[in-house]
């Protein structure tokens, strides 16, 4: 009682004083920043991860990347505030290769707080998996918990996902080392753009349900679950008048080819070919994922009519994608470049927010015990689907078993202030509502909504999508519910208003 009054009386001063009592505005100082890139492309085959069954790399048929993108601020008083962030060409990022990294981080960079690193991921379905059945004990709440794959036992040379998470959390350490021994003054600017690429992928029905990439000829079709945000958020840093690189939030993830055996960055490889065949060889771009759990590329609706444009235009979808959001950036270049600054306000506030779990009831927890008993004895003889379905069993058995003990999910967010722009992340595939109630509540002029980023945390569906069910908004598929959701947004809300 004595604690809820306490909250009630800081809140209450904070709407009557302002955020001030408790933060100071961060102070403009002069922008340093510094870009690298490396390769994340395994030497040997992989399991490739986001599909149910277990596929196995064959030829690299684009390059995977790690971009970071290191700034800094600094006045006569010495360094103000710092951010680095890293995007990956990866379905995911977990918690313990952001542990790693900042790890390695402390040891070779001591004037680079560990803890201002941000790792994302693109969320390619085209790219390595990040656990197997080899690896042991996983935390219920880990979602990779479930999606562990099985490698075929005549697949000799294949590089395992521990061996290769061992690869890529050296190449992203070297990124970020790049970056940060590289910063020198520049100046940065930020505009908004649109580009149409994002479809919701939630067919609903007449009778109330609704499914994942659901028939849209069905005569049942009532409409799809919700809308699609067509943002781009476009950043600019420039030196010499000339743009060395660009931050890009596109509210969609990156799985055009999601179903293919082969490695590939998907639409953003197209992306940044384009945009270095239009405005420098040399461009460093920086692809981030913005809020879009129930989100693809995929057309779902008179997809007839945009196959016969991509015939007429000769070019494949993903590079359609990738013009578009080419065309997107070019729209506003022009009008960036008249704003761009060297005296920047960064501002840097990171949390481990506490999210009520979405706690299994006991009807599902006695439901997937009996489960896992049944397919316990015959596990080799399961088929992927059914094998990945049965750890999906034992992970709500272990999250029922858990979730007295550990009530709480810790997710791992970012705010971070650049002149009038906001960035906030958060670990999930988060839906697009969410996404849109933080910027409709932020305090900037532009807020860029980035997810999957510092951990890998599932789907985080709505209230209307839960009562839909179907895939993603199930609880097999969400660490954290509706209810976890809403305090995701008034968390992100109060770490951005303490910068403002």
Not at 111 to 121: E, F, G, Q, Y
Request: overall charge negative.
């Amino acid at each position: 009682m004595l604690q809820r009054a306490i909250a009630n009386v800081v809140s209450m001063m904070v709407m009557l004083f302002g955020s001030n009592l408790v933060a100071e505005q961060p102070r403009a100082g002069k922008l340093s920043f510094g870009w690298a890139t490396e390769s994340i492309v395994p030497g040997r085959p992989v399991a490739i991860g986001g599909q149910y069954h277990t596929r196995i790399s064959g030829e690299v048929h684009d390059p995977l990347t790690v971009t970071a993108l290191a700034i800094e601020t600094r006045d006569d008083q010495g360094t103000i505030d710092q951010a680095v962030w890293v995007s990956c060409d990866l379905v995911a990022i977990r918690r313990s290769t952001v542990e790693n990294v900042r790890k390695m981080i402390a040891k070779s960079l001591p004037d680079l707080n560990p803890r201002k690193i941000i790792v994302s991921a693109t969320h390619t379905h085209t790219a390595p998996a990040l656990t197997d059945t080899e690896e042991q004990n996983l935390h219920p709440y880990e979602f990779v918990r479930s999606w562990a794959y099985r490698i075929p036992p005549d697949e000799k040379n294949i590089m395992r996902p521990l061996e290769y998470l061992e690869l890529l959390e050296r190449q992203i350490a070297q990124a970020i080392a790049r970056a940060w021994e590289s910063r020198a003054p520049g100046e940065f600017s930020f505009a908004l753009s649109h580009a149409s690429v994002a479809r919701n992928r939630r067919a609903v029905y007449f009778d109330g349900t609704t499914r994942m990439y659901g028939s849209t000829k069905d005569p049942n079709f009532s409409h799809t679950e919700g809308t699609s945000d067509d943002s781009v958020d476009a950043m600019f840093f420039w030196r010499n008048d000339q743009i060395v690189g660009m931050a890009i939030t596109l509210y969609c993830p990156s799985q055009e080819v999601e179903g293919e055996r082969h490695l590939s960055a998907d639409f953003w490889f197209n992306t940044r070919v384009q945009l270095r065949d239009k405005f420098s060889p040399d461009l460093f771009v920086l692809p981030l994922t913005g809020a879009s759990g129930d989100q693809s590329p995929h057309i779902q609706v008179a997809r007839p009519a945009d196959d016969r444009m991509l015939t007429q235009r000769k070019v494949a979808y993903r590079d359609e994608i990738a013009r578009r959001i080419v065309q997107a950036v070019s729209d506003v270049t022009e009008l960036a470049r008249h704003t761009k600054g060297n005296q920047v306000q960064l501002g840097h506030q990171v949390e481990d927010v506490a999210l009520p779990v979405w706690r299994v009831p006991q009807e599902r927890f006695q439901q997937a015990t009996a489960a896992v008993a049944a397919g316990k004895d015959k596990l080799d003889a399961l088929s992927g689907p059914e094998y990945i379905n049965w750890r999906v069993q034992s992970t709500m058995v272990a999250r029922y078993q858990l979730q007295q003990q550990e009530p709480t999910f810790r997710a791992e967010v970012h705010a971070v202030r650049l002149g009038d722009l906001a960035l906030i992340t958060n670990p999930f595939e988060l839906y697009t509502d969410y996404g849109l109630r933080i910027k409709a509540r932020s305090p900037a002029i532009q807020t860029s909504v980035v997810q999957l980023t510092s951990d890998c945390a599932a789907y985080l569906p709505t209230e209307r999508a839960v009562a839909g069910g179907g895939y993603s908004a199930r609880i097999d598929d969400g660490i954290i519910g509706p209810e976890g959701g809403r305090v995701l947004v008034n968390e992100s809300v109060r770490l951005l208003n303490l910068l403002w």
